[in-house]
């Protein structure tokens, strides 16, 4: 924040979360500033959903905006209550960061607290300050803990008191943090972009190498499958079943919920192999009052495929680079060990294409997308190609060569998405809280600051 100025002289608020604010600001209680809307829904009200992403909207637009096709619909004027444009919505039941700015008037569940601005109050001021970091967690402060998140009602906001800052004042940092958090958020699409392509890069070098190898001036021939097309002459393309030697899937006792630690026992769980990198860090500790089963303790070069997960995910294969002798395998997980020619990372990269991923997802079954299953016949059956030995070991350290790149510049990125976010709360927070003085802020004298955190 050194390339902003000041407020001349500051006093002490007596707020922790607020600290010493400029000398013209007043504190005031919160409900001096917002009263409650007790009203019920009004006929024709159009349902609205809240989120941290896009505040109070209708739920169609909502559903459009994430790609969503079922919504939950409330119905009964006792349980909806009307908002009008510029309100501020609570959740009560799951509270989790900031209040929500009604974009739309409409009516919300009975699951929502509704704010009604009195007076001293720019809703495109309040908005930030309601994100600002320090203020959620003094609010969280008076709410008590339920189940399913944080119980928070208007009392608890009440306890909270909040700057009042001279109306043009609000006006300009309302402004100040449009412009700048405008710049952050390109900076952040743009890096999130280049992420997608990052991965879609990845993905085709996995693709083109493990059905058409590193030779391109190798002889082709007909896969004889049509989602594979040409490959290597020299491969063979076969059923995966008959290179198999072993085929087994794991044991699943009730588990603690934390980590195995020290010297204790391991059940793994399903997202181990997520992603095609085998993460030991995935499992639960197995209780000290059950015998382990050593039968599935995992050994150096098993091959593991997710047997039931979503649809995405399930069918996800890793190999284990090191014996764990305290990891053990779980049932939702199966283990394959193949005949000595085969390499087992290459058959990993070959099951995350594209092509394949689509076979998999074709024969899986289950009752919905948040839980597939995948038989061991549906494995056995699907076709992989296969190298000769000495190519393999070649072409699957080619490849992980050519991943650890993409990977070091894909966390580069996202490294770089983390400052610019963090960059983002600190600003608000300053500019909300007094920290620093915007009056004399224009966006055409602003100088650009692309460079943030690139």
Not at 4 to 9: D, E, I, L, N, V
Not at 100 to 108: F, H, I, Q, W
Not at 181 to 194: C, P, V
Not at 315 to 343: H, M, Q, T
Request: proline letters at 4%; one cysteine or more; a neutral charge.
């Amino acid at each position: 924040m050194s390339r902003y100025k000041a407020y001349p002289a500051y006093r002490d608020s007596g707020l922790q979360w607020l600290g010493h604010i400029p000398t013209h600001w007043e504190l005031v209680q919160s409900r001096r500033l917002f009263a409650q809307r007790k009203e019920r829904a009004r006929h024709g009200d159009e349902q609205l959903t809240a989120s941290q992403k896009y505040g109070v909207i209708y739920q169609k637009l909502f559903m459009e905006l994430e790609g969503q096709s079922v919504v939950q619909v409330f119905t009964g004027a006792d349980i909806l209550k009307h908002v009008e444009k510029n309100d501020f919505v609570i959740s009560m039941r799951s509270f989790q960061g900031g209040l929500e700015l009604c974009s739309y008037p409409g009516c919300v569940s009975s699951a929502y607290v509704g704010l009604i601005p009195i007076k001293h109050v720019r809703p495109d001021f309040f908005k930030y300050l309601f994100k600002c970091s320090p203020y959620i967690q003094a609010l969280q402060s008076t709410s008590n803990l339920v189940r399913d998140g944080q119980a928070l009602r208007f009392e608890n906001f009440s306890q909270v008191h909040l700057p009042c800052v001279p109306d043009d004042e609000q006006k300009k940092i309302a402004a100040f943090l449009d412009h700048e958090t405008a710049k952050i958020d390109a900076l952040i699409e743009k890096q999130q972009r280049l992420i997608e392509l990052l991965k879609e890069k990845r993905q085709a070098v996995i693709s083109h190498a493990v059905t058409k190898g590193l030779n391109p001036n190798a002889p082709m021939k007909d896969s004889g499958v049509e989602w594979l097309g040409e490959v290597p002459a020299h491969w063979e393309v076969k059923r995966i079943k008959y290179s198999i030697q072993v085929f087994e899937q794991g044991w699943s006792p009730q588990c603690d919920s934390r980590p195995a630690e020290g010297e204790e026992f391991g059940v793994l769980k399903v997202g181990c192999v997520n992603g095609g990198v085998f993460n030991p860090e995935e499992n639960k500790a197995l209780p000290s009052d059950l015998l382990p089963q050593t039968q599935y303790i995992l050994k150096k070069g098993d091959f593991l495929i997710s047997r039931a997960n979503t649809r995405d995910l399930v069918g996800s294969a890793a190999v284990v680079e090191d014996s764990f002798d305290k990891l053990i395998l779980c049932d939702k997980l199966y283990r394959l060990r193949f005949s000595f020619n085969i390499n087992p990372y290459l058959i990993s990269f070959y099951l995350s294409i594209p092509s394949v991923r689509q076979q998999i997802e074709l024969g899986t079954s289950g009752a919905s997308d948040s839980m597939q299953n995948i038989s061991q016949s549906v494995i056995k059956e699907l076709k992989v190609l296969i190298p000769p030995a000495k190519e393999a070991e070649l072409l699957a350290n080619e490849i992980k060569n050519r991943l650890t790149k993409f990977d070091d510049i894909l966390r580069t990125a996202a490294q770089q998405i983390v400052l610019l976010q963090e960059r983002r709360t600190a600003l608000i927070s300053a500019a909300v809280t007094g920290k620093i003085d915007v009056r004399d802020w224009q966006a055409a004298a602003v100088q650009e600051a692309v460079g943030i955190a690139c």
